[in-house]
């Protein structure tokens, strides 16, 4: 059977830049590439060595997403909750759903556009 591992995902927001900027502060990861894309488009892509996000706009993207649509949640794993919070803060946003159950300590946030983020720990 073939193994595999999540490469990237490319989600649509209004401002690539401040998507960018945020997950920079939030996860430590760098700016991959830049330039444009298709459809007229510009795309930020923010990761590590091995994976990343591709973060998309073009003069169609409106945000304000609905919850759930098309998808519930892109988590992502830090070493520092707290100061994982702090950042989702200073960037004006709001963390919520704290919560501590096996297998780890976790909160939620919405971005601009109403994507939600799960930020979670495992120590």
């Known amino acids: 059977m073939p193994q595999g591992r999540l490469e990237h995902a490319n989600i649509s927001v209004t401002d690539p830049a401040r998507a960018a900027a945020l997950l920079i502060d939030l ?4 700016k991959r590439w830049e330039g444009p894309a298709m459809n007229g488009g510009h ?3 923010v990761g590590d060595a091995e994976t990343y996000l591709a973060l998309y706009t073009n003069d169609r993207v409106r945000g304000d997403y609905d919850k ?3 998808l519930n949640h892109v988590a992502f794993v830090v070493d520092d909750l707290a100061t994982a919070e702090c950042v989702v803060t200073e ?3 709001k963390p919520f759903g704290h919560d501590d159950y096996d297998p ?4 939620y946030f919405f971005d601009w ?4 983020f799960e930020v979670v720990s495992y120590e």
């Open 91 to 93: 960037h004006g946003l």
């Open 113 to 116: 556009d109403g994507i939600e």
């Open 68 to 70: 759930g649509s098309p």
């Open 43 to 45: 795309t930020i892509h």
């Open 27 to 30: 996860l430590g990861w760098h």
């Open 104 to 107: 780890g300590r976790r909160f």
